[in-house]
């Protein structure tokens, strides 16, 4: 399985952008999906996750409202709408896939054995 996340830039507080993620080498709908980012000298922390029909979705507390996860299955993509992004929010964001056949929260790194390479987002004030 290959991820492969595009879709950051340098906005301004405000601002939206939509990450994308494809994943290629297997079929999407066997892998749930998420999103998690780093910025410097933090740990990667989980942002937000989608079920493999994409009817679930769960998304941490400081971006609830702010960011919508969805995907499409007949693209094997996965996306995370950003709006109302603020300086908090840059980071490196990294696309995540894990089999449903795993168990686990899915919200710790260790939950996901596939990684796209990150995409940079920068969000000035």
């Known amino acids: 399985v290959q991820l492969q996340a595009s879709g950051g830039g340098l906005v301004q507080a405000g601002d939206s952008l939509r990450l994308s993620c494809t994943l290629s080498?297997?079929?999407?709908?066997?892998?749930?999906l998420a999103w998690f980012r780093q910025a410097p000298k933090t740990k990667r922390e989980f942002v937000a996750r989608?079920?493999?029909?994409?009817?679930?979705?769960f998304y941490i507390y400081s971006v609830e409202g702010r960011f919508t996860i969805s995907r499409d299955n007949a693209k094997n993509t996965v996306y995370l709408q950003m709006n109302n992004l603020q300086p908090e929010d840059s980071a490196i964001y990294y696309c995540?896939?894990?089999?449903?056949?795993?168990?686990?929260?899915?919200?710790?790194?260790?939950?996901?054995?596939?990684w796209g390479q990150g995409t940079l987002v920068t969000v000035s004030s």
């Open positions: 995540a896939a894990q089999s449903t056949s795993a168990t686990g929260s899915l919200v710790l790194v260790t939950d996901f054995n596939y």
């Open positions: 080498g297997h079929t999407s709908s066997e892998y749930h």
């Open positions: 989608i079920s493999e029909t994409g009817r679930n979705t």
